[in-house]
Nanobody, 120 residues
Framework: QVQLVESGGGLVQPGGSLRLSCAAS????????MGWYRQAPGKERELVAT???????NHVESVKGRFTISRDNAKRTVYLQMNSLKPEDTAVYYC??????????????WGQGTQVTVSS
């Protein structure tokens, strides 16, 4: 049984910052790529950033220079540092992890989502 538990969302003023965390727990052999997605009301879930098991990152163009994804393998945790937040960043943010529980098989798992609201 694998769970991803998110924290760190909330209400922030434009230009402010938030740091999201997502910790994996359960019987896990290894964690491959991890990522953050977001979904605004009435819109499709979109990719925000990804990070490989070795630390290589990618960020969607709209957040480059403002958001930074990172991970702590010892803590089985992925982070999203969000700076210079804009109203358009308002969404429910979901973490995702590709997790191997046994040799030869891996699956994607999703966090429960955390609300980020950027408003004055």
């Amino acid at each position: 049984q694998v769970q991803l538990v998110e924290s760190g969302g909330g209400l922030v003023q434009p230009g402010g910052s938030l740091r999201l965390s997502c910790a994996a727990s359960g019987i896990i052999l290894s964690i491959n790529a991890m990522g953050w997605y977001r979904q605004a009301p009435g819109k499709e879930r979109e990719l925000v950033a990804t990070i490989t098991s070795s630390g290589s990152t990618n960020h969607v163009e709209s957040v480059k220079g403002r958001f930074t994804i990172s991970r702590d393998n010892a803590k089985r945790t992925v982070y999203l540092q969000m700076n210079s937040l804009k109203p358009e960043d308002t969404a429910v943010y979901y973490c995702n992890a590709n997790i191997r529980r046994v040799l030869g098989s891996s699956s994607n798992y999703w966090g429960q989502g955390t609300q980020v609201t950027v408003s004055s």
